[in-house]
């Protein structure tokens, strides 16, 4: 690192320039080179510029929070912040970067920050005056040392102690220790089967670990299984052909959780879809002692799914039965499959492989009720309020969702971002268009031409597909970072402008073939690079990438990250040209709550069939008349849970 980019930078709200400006002579005072701009309000190109390129050079961010950043809605630090943020994206996980500065009784519960600031420790300065432990944390984190050393720095306690936690673990109530199980929600907290089985995975070599792992498969071995692709029955078989691959899938995914049983992949079982082979050939060619085959048969808001179990070695049936469900339903009867077929087998369940089987619908309604708990103790929590409302959202509650945003908004009557979602909520449910744009034409002139107002203008022109407009926004302030650089090329893609759009991109396809190599366990990066090969045109890369980033973070796993990673897949199958592939994994994604980007579950990160519609994501799949009927599919349309 040079002298030049050990750089601190200070970003902080104008009312707070007193305590920066301290804090700014302290660090000068122990040799550290500080960039800190005195007058938050002057303006122009240059010295916009000046900002972004020291943010994008500085060794070490230092953002100022307090009770005067909490109180302003918009401001230019918000902006700084969030470039900050976008920064971090391209570094290594864990390089310290950002090192939050709390003035005041400001708690990070309630703090209105990025996310990525909630990952990194924080430090408070008592009486807002800068103390020796601060300096001395700056100096080590800018430091010369050796990689290690300085990621280790960042776990390095400082007195007076750091305030903050890990995201995954905020403290969304304090004080509100009865309702332990609101942490176990957070994050992961959207309904898939979750990380028990990673942890599982990653456990010390115990015995009873030792027995979950599997040999390779033996056609003599008594547990042993492959579920068959489901045939689907359906009058309609088009619009029905995803729901009987998505119950298809999650059958493998219910029986793989079962530790004493062995399970063919999907991948595995997909080739013998219409084969002529007899179910004894299929055995012993999967090396497996049993064949799960059923079909699924769907008329309007009902659903019948058979399936029968047969001995391979033999071909005698072991078990069959039938379940007829209303739509509503449909994960019950995967749970009940997966437990009746252990119970033939004779697998003993423990508690924790049954509770990995149970169904999404307790666990959402589990979450939701300990959100609701969480809010009631602690009301003038905003951040355990905006999160409840974020997941009514996710699972298509829209009603309930616009009550909780309208509560938040009394609270926060002036904040952009809190209206600008209320009024958004209107098209996720519906795709009308009249509240956003009465939100848009409301907005008093120094709002709407804020940094903010402009970004806010500039996502819904993206969501619901105005990309003239978002091309016309981008002129006045350009999208900042790699998410920004990708949103804009999709969007001059979309209007065949591909020349431009790949000049959009900017040099982030090489910084980010670079962060893959120096770190190839970054899923997000492995992610967002797949995405811009594909709109490069550079297909095998594009997939190479996109299939990395669910390898190394499936859903299985992480079910709000899992599921960017598919549908970051998905992006790249339907630009490089398989649409089938891009619209069974979107079909799949409807099924799940879904956002669409790291951007943190909030509603603009929501994905319906009304952003499916417009947002130009979804431009190479539309007019195909499967795409059209994943649309319009009623149960696409209906609450999740």
Not at 119 to 133: G, H, I, N, Y
Not at 212 to 221: G, Y
Request: hydrophobic share 45%; with cysteine; aromatic share 8%.
């Amino acid at each position: 690192m040079t002298d030049a980019t050990k750089a601190v930078f200070i970003s902080y709200a104008r009312e707070d320039t007193a305590t920066a400006q301290r804090i700014a002579e302290a660090l000068r005072s122990q040799g550290v080179e500080v960039w800190f701009d005195q007058n938050e309000l002057r303006g122009g190109e240059a010295w916009d510029a000046k900002i972004r390129r020291q943010i994008k050079e500085c060794a070490l961010f230092l953002p100022v929070v307090s009770a005067n950043t909490q109180g302003r809605a918009e401001g230019y630090f918000r902006l700084e912040w969030e470039l900050a943020e976008e920064r971090t994206h391209l570094m290594i996980r864990g390089t310290p970067f950002i090192l939050p500065i709390v003035i005041d009784d400001t708690t990070e519960a309630h703090a209105l920050v990025p996310d990525r600031f909630r990952e990194v420790q924080w430090m408070r300065l008592p009486d807002a005056l800068p103390t020796p432990q601060l300096i001395e944390q700056v100096k080590r984190l800018v430091a010369p040392a050796p990689r290690q050393a300085a990621l280790a720095a960042r776990h390095v306690s400082a007195d007076p102690p750091v305030v903050g936690r890990a995201l995954r673990a905020r403290p969304w109530a304090m004080g509100v220790a009865v309702v332990g199980g609101l942490l176990l929600v957070v994050a992961g907290v959207f309904f898939n089967r979750r990380n028990e089985m990673a942890a599982r995975r990653s456990a010390p070599p115990t015995s009873e670990n030792s027995a979950a792992a599997k040999p390779p498969l033996d056609f003599a071995s008594a547990k042993s299984i492959a579920v068959l692709p489901f045939t689907n029955m359906s009058d309609d078989k088009e619009a029905s052909a995803f729901f009987a691959d998505g119950m298809h899938e999650d059958i493998l995914t219910d029986l793989s959780n079962i530790r004493e049983l062995r399970v063919t992949s999907r991948t595995t079982a997909e080739q013998y879809r219409g084969t002529k082979k007899t179910l004894r050939q299929i055995g012993q060619e999967l090396g497996v002692a049993y064949v799960l085959e059923g079909s699924v048969r769907r008329a309007g808001g009902k659903v019948r799914v058979t399936a029968q179990l047969i001995d391979a070695r033999t071909d005698e049936h072991v078990w069959a039965n039938k379940y007829d469900r209303d739509l509503s339903d449909i994960f019950s009867i995967q749970s009940e499959l997966a437990q009746a077929i252990a119970g033939e087998l004779k697998l003993a369940l423990s508690p924790q492989e049954k509770s990995l089987i149970e169904r999404r619908q307790g666990r959402w309604t589990e979450s939701l009720g300990s959100f609701r708990m969480a809010v009631q103790l602690d009301p003038g929590n905003l951040r355990t309020a905006f999160d409840l409302a974020s997941l009514l959202a996710a699972g298509r509650r829209f009603d309930e969702t616009q009550a909780q945003q309208r509560r938040i908004v009394e609270r926060l009557p002036d904040d952009l971002d809190t209206n600008f979602e209320l009024a958004y909520l209107s098209f996720l449910a519906t795709g009308a268009t009249r509240e956003m744009e009465d939100f848009v034409v409301r907005l008093p002139a120094h709002q709407a031409n804020s940094d903010r107002g402009i970004a806010l203008r500039k996502r819904w022109a993206l969501l619901h597909g105005d990309v003239a407009e978002v091309v016309r926004l981008d002129r006045i302030e350009h999208y900042p970072g790699v998410t920004g650089a990708l949103a804009m090329a999709v969007g001059l893609a979309t209007q065949g402008d591909v020349a431009t759009a790949r000049a959009r991109l900017e040099n982030y396809p090489v910084t980010l073939r670079s962060a893959v190599e120096r770190e190839p366990n970054s899923h997000s990066s492995w992610a967002i690079l797949g995405q811009m090969e594909a709109l490069l045109g550079h297909k095998d890369d594009a997939l190479r990438c996109a299939r990395k980033a669910m390898e190394l973070l499936p859903e299985s796993r992480d079910a709000v990250q899992g599921a960017r990673y598919r549908a970051a897949l998905a992006f790249v199958e339907a630009w490089t040209g398989d649409k089938d592939a891009a619209i069974a994994n979107y079909a799949r994604l409807l099924r799940i709550p879904y956002f669409s980007s790291a951007g943190g579950l909030n509603f603009s990160t929501l994905t319906t069939v009304h952003v499916m519609k417009h947002d130009p994501r979804y431009a190479p799949l539309r007019g195909d008349p499967r795409f059209e009927a994943l649309l319009n599919d009623p149960k696409n349309h209906a609450p999740l849970f």
